[in-house]
């Protein structure tokens, strides 16, 4: 049997949504108030879905204390009470929550490479979040989304 | 096709135990969920039934009959209830989030008029969930 298990993490840091090769007019006109100079901060929300069958002797798809120990490892401990800007892997691209996503996934699908199917979700206020997956394995549930929302 | 949710909550105990290890093994891999005295969850349960709007109601499939399916299926016999010492699918298999989520969609698996059970989702804590997609 295949099942999902899904946990949330919190996640505070700081980041400015800004490019280089812009103006700062064009910058504030892309960004708006995400890119006032000193930057600001978020409480984010990660959501990780991961997929896998479910063991008969314990009854879970992965233990939670490994899949804690795991994202606390490579999300927690490299970006909480962080500014994201000052951070290798946003040295070239934008911190902005899309790409704050594609990179927690990054480092969580080849942290878990026996994940039958990883999903990401990052929310960055109440009102806002991003979901990524970068394999075909991912829940239904994203599936579908992606077929809706490419009608 | 359109999905639709609706959510119900139960409150139960159950601990995590496999008879076929020593009690160190359980303790190593369980935790403190390995109790024998128990603990419990205010669980969420979040059903989603996947349909075609039905042109005269504009319903995917009537609420009230989803609501009594989900009461009468699991709700009456999970609520405050120790779920492995009085849930019968739980005397074999260990009740973690994940069985949890499997042992409901069987409970409700074409009991839904009119609809097809998308996924069913087991919140046992806000920041800890399950889904279970019918897949085998």
Redesign the interface.
Same mark, same amino acid.
């Given at each position: 049997?295949?099942?999902?298990? &899904?946990?949330?993490?919190r996640l505070s840091a700081s980041h400015r949504l800004f490019s280089a090769s812009f103006s700062d007019a064009q910058n504030q006109s892309v960004y708006g108030k995400c890119a006032n100079p000193h930057g600001h901060g978020h409480n984010y929300i990660v959501e990780v879905?991961i997929g896998g069958a479910?063991d008969p002797?314990? &009854?879970?798809?992965m233990?939670?204390?490994d899949l804690d120990a795991c994202v606390d490892r490579e999300v927690l401990q490299p970006f909480d009470h962080m500014n994201l800007n000052t951070l290798e892997a946003f040295r070239d691209i934008v911190p902005s929550t899309e790409n704050l996503c594609i990179e927690i996934e990054r480092r969580l699908s080849r942290a878990l490479p026996q994940a039958q199917g990883l999903t990401v979700r990052v929310e960055e206020t109440s009102n806002n979040f991003f979901e990524f997956s970068s394999d075909r394995a991912s829940?239904?549930?994203s599936q579908?989304r992606q077929a809706e929302g490419q009608r | 096709m359109i999905?639709l949710t609706r959510k119900a909550e139960f409150s139960a105990s159950h601990y995590?135990w496999?008879d076929?290890?020593t009690p160190e093994e359980n303790q190593r891999?369980?935790?403190r969920c390995a109790n024998r005295n128990g603990h419990g969850h205010n669980y969420t349960l979040e059903v989603?039934v996947a349909g075609e709007v039905d042109p005269a109601t504009g319903f995917v499939v009537d609420l009230k009959q989803l609501k009594d399916v989900m009461e009468r299926e699991v709700i009456a016999i999970y609520d405050h209830r120790h779920l492995n010492l009085e849930v019968p699918e739980f005397k074999t298999?260990?009740?973690?989030?994940?069985?949890i989520?499997?042992a409901i969609w069987q409970r409700l698996d074409s009991k839904i008029p009119g609809a097809r059970l998308?996924?069913v989702?087991v919140y046992e804590l806000?920041?800890?969930?399950?889904?279970?997609?019918g897949?085998?």
């Open positions: 049997m295949k099942a999902y298990l &899904g946990r949330r993490y879905i479910i002797e314990t &009854g879970m798809v233990n939670l204390v829940a239904p549930a579908t | 999905l995590y496999n076929a290890w891999v369980f935790g989603t298999a260990v009740p973690t989030t994940e069985n989520a499997v998308h996924r989702r806000p920041d800890l969930f399950a889904d279970f997609y897949e085998a």
